[in-house]
């Protein structure tokens, strides 16, 4: 490890909590008095505050609070959650970690840490035999539950689980062998760590010939990566190498690194960086029950499933649900007795890094330049949601109630580790997580005809990689007189929705510029602007769908077509139509007619996460989206 390298792991230690630390300029530590004190006994708060606290929706905010919940006050939560001397001691022996959080209501958070305390690897097979096998062993993982009171930054609820061994196995092929050995020859694995026959270690894949990656001047299906997680004196350290699969019978190795780390502020290292309060709440205030728990770990670490009926009726809505292969939950929707939408799904996450400046374009224009499958940065996933790879798809159905002015509704939660182990992304839950990514899908409905998708991303994905990438290359970015960096990550989480707006005969279209009315004739690709809004409406009755759009909106209206990928029964499926090649929606956008035809809306929710700092795990990305409904 170089002098720079370690100037730039302390600097992240410092800078980890922004006003939390140790102050510079007059800040005060975080544990003293701008957090949970030294001196304050445990708070206790009235038991109807917690006993009627329940997860939030998102229109319970305004001023796009609930996004900044997520960026902001998920941190403090964490941070908080650290100041116990409990806590403190669990997590500074860990080796990985995983964190998750949600909203409360009655002004609460509730969050989640969880780690082990070390790694086994028994390893059989590896290089030469017909299969390669590594069981993988997560020593001692515990989780901790808080509740924390968000207006104060106390701790009101407090529980640590005993620990337990969580195992998995990750088989090989010989294919993959000779590349695993491939990648232990690579200069870099060898300048860290030797003859590699002497570590613990074990390969995960993220599709070596995959469909759903690129990388560099790859087109769609050619690139690949695989990540190896490393034992090295009592740390993970991580091999991340990309790989040329455009000839199945001579696959290239053209890149590895040598990661420190998963995330930007490992929880190992920001708690060196809080003061921890005098004595532990945990004794002091009640557990957290699971209902209050984050749905991703309530189950004693593990996903809490209570997946509501395949059909149900509520809030004057009526939905169908059913698992759709590698494209989330496919959702059909009516609303007083009327319909809505025929069918609803994710196809597609794309999740983009190393991109240049985006400069005004289109996302089709910016991930595209020559409109085909060649991505314009140097790696792009179009990651698909499947319940059996990474899953574990829908989790649950929340219940929200009248408040104010916000009526009723609920929510359907889907949730996704693209490429994590199993259904319940043991792996990844076990604090290895570099790689796969961490998606919450979610669709809340209310009463009063409003239906909200949610886009959430927390992570990590390959962000480490090009974040090192960007350190290394900061010189090359002040040529020409400016400095520009390149924008290291960027998403894009699509919703194709079949509609049908009080009938299944076909649509009206129209799109409002802010100013007046249109009637579009043929298929089109739009990108939002403040006070457009496309509608779809009965051309025989009063029902309509308007759909507002914003800057980091865009929208994609084609006719429904067997042969194009789609939501529903009907139209062609990622994976189960392989040859049905999606690089993006905007493609299918031709000279069709779609007055008075049934149509596929795709809706594009931005993830410009490159704008401001949302680092892996401690921080979740929000966006989201509304359909309203009239004349039902």
């Not at 509520?314 to 590698?326: G, I, L, S």
């Amino acid at each position: 490890m170089t002098d720079d390298d370690i100037s730039r792991r302390e600097y992240a230690k410092l800078t980890a909590l922004g006003g939390g630390v140790a102050a510079l300029a007059g800040c005060m530590e975080f544990g003293g008095a701008d957090g949970q004190s030294d001196d304050e006994p445990a708070v206790e708060i009235p038991s109807a505050r917690m006993e009627t606290a329940e997860f939030a929706a998102v229109r319970q905010f305004d001023n796009q609070n609930y996004e900044r919940m997520h960026t902001y006050r998920k941190r403090r939560a964490i941070e908080t959650l650290l100041t116990d001397p409990e806590v403190q001691a669990l997590v500074d022996d860990w080796i990985g970690s995983f964190e998750a959080y949600e909203v409360l209501t009655n002004h609460l958070e509730t969050v989640s840490l969880q780690g082990p305390t070390s790694l086994r690897v028994d390893e059989s097979g590896f290089p030469d035999g017909e299969q390669g096998e590594f069981e993988v062993t997560a020593e001692n993982r515990q989780t901790v539950y808080g509740i924390v009171d968000r207006r104060r930054d106390r701790i009101v609820a407090l529980e640590i689980t005993e620990p337990q061994d969580v195992s998995w196995t990750v088989t090989q092929s010989p294919y993959q062998m000779a590349l695993g050995e491939a990648i232990h020859d690579a200069e870099a694995v060898q300048d860290a760590f030797g003859d590699m026959s002497e570590r613990e270690w074990y390969p995960s894949w993220k599709g070596a010939t995959g469909s759903y990656t690129g990388l560099a001047d790859l087109p769609h299906g050619a690139g690949g990566t695989a990540v190896m997680h490393v034992k090295d004196d009592g740390e993970l350290q991580i091999v991340s190498a990309f790989i040329d699969g455009s000839d199945p019978q001579q696959p290239e190795i053209i890149d590895v690194s040598v990661l420190d780390r998963a995330v930007e502020y490992p929880l190992t290292e920001l708690v060196e960086t809080i003061e921890p309060a005098a004595e532990s709440v945990l004794d002091a205030v009640p557990g957290v029950p699971t209902e209050q728990r984050p749905y991703y770990t309530a189950n004693d670490g593990h996903h809490r499933i209570e997946a509501p009926d395949e059909s149900f009726e509520q809030d004057e809505w009526a939905v169908e649900w059913e698992r759709a292969d590698a494209q989330g939950v496919t959702v059909a929707a009516s609303y007083r007795d009327s319909p809505v939408f025929e069918a609803m799904n994710s196809p597609i996450t794309y999740t983009g890094y190393y991109l240049p400046p985006r400069e005004g374009r289109n996302t089709r224009e910016w991930y595209f330049p020559d409109d085909d499958t060649v991505f314009s940065g140097d790696l792009l996933f179009w990651d698909l949601h499947s319940s059996d790879v990474g899953g574990p798809g829908l989790l649950g159905k929340l219940d929200f109630a009248a408040r104010a002015d916000i009526p009723s509704g609920f929510q359907l939660k889907t949730h996704y580790h693209s490429s994590a182990i199993g259904s319940e992304s043991i792996d990844f839950h076990s604090g290895l997580r570099f790689g796969p990514y961490n998606y919450d899908l979610a669709y809340e409905f209310y009463a009063d005809g409003t239906f909200t998708p949610i886009f959430r991303r927390t992570g990590p994905g390959f962000l480490t990689k090009f974040t090192q990438k960007v350190d290394e290359n900061a010189d090359t970015y002040g040529e020409g007189g400016s400095y520009e960096e390149p924008v290291v990550q960027h998403y894009v989480s699509t919703q194709a929705i079949d509609v049908t707006p009080g009938t299944e005969d076909g649509v009206a279209v129209e799109l409002f510029d802010g100013d007046e009315w249109t009637t579009p004739e043929t298929e089109f690709y739009l990108e939002g602007e403040p006070g457009t809004i496309a509608r779809f409406s009965n051309p025989d009755g009063s029902e309509t769908i308007d759909i507002p759009l914003r800057n980091d909106l865009e929208i994609v209206v084609v006719r429904r077509d067997e042969s194009e990928i789609g939501p529903g029964a009907y139209p062609a499926h990622r994976l189960s139509d392989a040859e049905a090649d999606l690089y993006h929606p905007a493609q299918y956008v031709d000279d069709q007619p779609i007055q008075g035809e049934r149509v596929v809306v795709w809706l594009l929710m931005i993830g410009a996460i490159d704008q401001a700092p949302y680092p892996s795990g401690l921080t979740n990305f929000v966006t989201t989206a509304q359909l309203t409904l009239s004349g039902y």
